[in-house]
């Protein structure tokens, strides 16, 4: 699929691949021959996943389509992180497979982290047969039951005639108004069992009827807000990038003037460069978004849902703003923050339909930061904090490599159009902040869930599903430490990923909290021996080439260029760089948990003073 600059691709319903066509009558076959047919008129192209006993008959059939493509991960955490960064990079379904019990259970955790950012994935475990469920059979677990809070729907099959429509429903569910997560666990005799398949097959879906158009009246009411307002400020959240919705966006930001903040889910979504964009709000965001945000007196919130990682204490947050929030699930819509303009629907027809309003209002233009009237005043006052607390870092005055820089200089070497993804942790906000995002479709991260480990299977995934991409991972030791056995599958798999390896010899957010508020007592968060010379163990560069994978090192900044344009030459097979870093760096600005939002710290700690808005 073909990204555009202006917008991620939608989740799309894709023709079968390699020649095979959905069955026009219907065909006697076992339920493991149906599942794999399901999955090839769906157009499902890749699986990641692990064998074991009751997947295993999906497994013969499987060896034998043209059309799905599977790719065999180390652990079952990193086929549900994998498909994950696939859906995220191409915007289709991700699917993992994995067995009963406790190859279930490892999709716990990337199935949450799904659910979290509103990823579109169909997970299928085997189960053990129908008539020992609910005995404490060998590995039998009550996934259903275990996962039932952390799935948008979960089926049970236990009939083989029921594969083919359960397959067609999950995958309608997973990718239809706001995507996520969806399990499909199978009985081992429903596997085994002799049946009949045809497709398409009828869907039965009662009260699944996803809202996506706005209603006009809503509509106009945001359009007269927006006429109204001095101070207002688009707050984007991922659900633009869900949407395909970044050149409708483009559009209304330019209209009215509005300036721009993305949150960490939705970087990309509205380009970085672009004049009104303020930077990503939040815990460790921009002093100017968190600011914006906080002085606001109209918030038009698209497709973000208010996490407290935004907001801080919500009882401060942004308190002389009224609200306007679009989003397509209407349970986010008032759950955290009461809302003056309530509209369900998805994003693209949101700003589409307001795009609309607005130009039949003769006084929506002319409010951007070159006017002289409209938002003029507000301007001034946001490039005086934007000029005022910029976003930058210091240099270690002991000559050793800064991490900010490492990771900025990746950005600006790699090739154009690069994906990015990244683990959890300082280096997850330094790459926020510091690599370069024009276009959607190209930062894959963990933001709900926050799981250390996402980003090498994410990698993987993302460079399965767009093998002409360059695909960078941006990891701390820590996070590395927990899913680099994937590395493994990404050599075996000729899937040449990239992976830097911000290595601190240290769990780095929360040494940084532990530096901040725990009068710097190190309990437990130092990953190297604890010497003065501090031996890193494992060595990341022996252990990257053990797996099949080139292994670089770099410690002294003259020398960083050079070993990231070798490492964006070898094409051939994945590289790992490990990056040793200065320690004792600092994610800022920082706004500490639990506080309010006008509590921001700016670089080195100092404590902006924003004076008084007038209300």
Request: net charge negative.
């Amino acid at each position: 699929m073909t990204e555009q600059a202006t917008g991620a691709p939608k989740p799309q319903p894709r023709a079968p691949r390699g020649g095979q066509q959905p069955a026009a009558a219907t065909e006697t076959m076992t339920g493991a021959q149906s599942l794999i047919r399901s999955l090839e008129a769906v157009g499902a192209d890749t699986v990641f996943g692990i064998p074991g006993g009751a997947i295993l008959p999906a497994y013969d059939p499987l060896m034998d389509s043209t059309a799905v493509r599977h790719i065999l991960v180390r652990h079952e955490q990193g086929a549900g992180h994998a498909a994950t960064g696939y859906a995220q990079a191409t915007g289709r379904v991700g699917v993992c497979m994995a067995t009963s019990g406790p190859g279930a259970t490892n999709l716990v955790t990337p199935i949450a982290d799904a659910h979290m950012d509103s990823v579109p994935l169909v997970a299928i475990t085997g189960q053990v047969a129908s008539g020992v469920i609910g005995t404490d059979a060998f590995q039998e677990a009550d996934i259903c039951g275990i996962t039932l809070p952390v799935t948008k729907h979960n089926f049970l099959v236990t009939d083989p005639l029921e594969i083919p429509r359960t397959i067609a429903e999950a995958f309608h569910i997973a990718s239809t108004g706001r995507p996520g997560p969806v399990l499909v666990d199978i009985a081992k005799d429903a596997l085994q069992k002799t049946t009949t398949f045809s497709w398409p097959p009828t869907p039965d879906l009662p009260g699944y009827r996803p809202v996506s158009r706005p209603h006009a009246k809503q509509i106009r009411e945001a359009a007269r807000l927006i006429g109204e307002a001095r101070r207002p400020v688009l707050y984007v959240g991922g659900g633009v990038v869900k949407a395909g919705a970044a050149a409708e966006l483009l559009d209304l930001a330019e209209l009215t003037g509005i300036p721009v903040t993305t949150t960490l889910m939705a970087l990309g979504a509205f380009p970085d460069s672009h004049r009104q964009h303020l930077g990503m709000p939040g815990m460790h965001g921009s002093v100017a978004a968190v600011t914006a945000l906080q002085k606001a007196d109209l918030i038009l919130a698209l497709g973000a849902r208010f996490d407290d990682r935004v907001t801080g204490r919500i009882d401060s947050f942004a308190p002389h703003a009224k609200i306007v929030h679009a989003d397509i699930d209407p349970a986010e819509i008032g759950k955290i923050r009461v809302v003056d303009v309530p509209i369900v629907g998805d994003a693209k027809d949101v700003v589409t339909d307001l795009l609309a309003a607005l130009r039949s209002d003769e006084h929506a233009e002319g409010r951007g930061p070159d006017a002289t009237a409209g938002y003029a005043a507000w301007w001034q006052q946001l490039d005086a904090w934007r000029d005022a607390y910029p976003l930058g870092y210091d240099l270690p005055a002991d000559g050793s490599l800064s991490p900010q820089q490492v990771i900025e200089r990746i950005g600006q070497l790699a090739p154009e159009g690069t994906v990015f993804t990244a683990g959890v942790g300082q280096h997850q906000m330094w790459a926020a902040h510091y690599l370069p995002f024009e276009r959607p479709g190209t930062w894959l991260n963990s933001g709900g869930l926050g799981t250390m480990g996402y980003a090498v299977p994410a990698a993987v995934g993302a460079k399965a599903g767009r093998p002409e991409a360059t695909v960078w991972a941006i990891d701390g030791d820590g996070c590395f430490q927990m899913t680099n056995q994937e590395l493994t599958t990404a050599a075996l798999n000729n899937l040449p990923i990239k992976v830097a390896v911000i290595n601190n010899g240290a769990l780095g957010m929360v040494r940084q909290w532990q530096t901040l508020f725990y009068n710097q007592r190190y309990s437990n968060t130092v990953l190297h021996d604890g010497s003065a010379a501090g031996t890193r163990v494992p060595d990341f560069v022996k252990l990257a080439e053990a797996m099949g994978c080139v292994g670089l090192r770099c410690e002294d900044p003259a020398d960083l260029d050079a070993v990231i344009e070798k490492a964006n030459s070898i094409n051939d097979r994945p590289v790992v760089v490990d990056f040793i870093v200065h320690g004792d760096a600092m994610v800022w600005p920082m706004v500490p948990a639990g506080t309010s939002n006008d509590e921001v710290m700016a670089a080195r700690g100092i404590r902006p003073d924003f004076g008084e808005t007038d209300d």
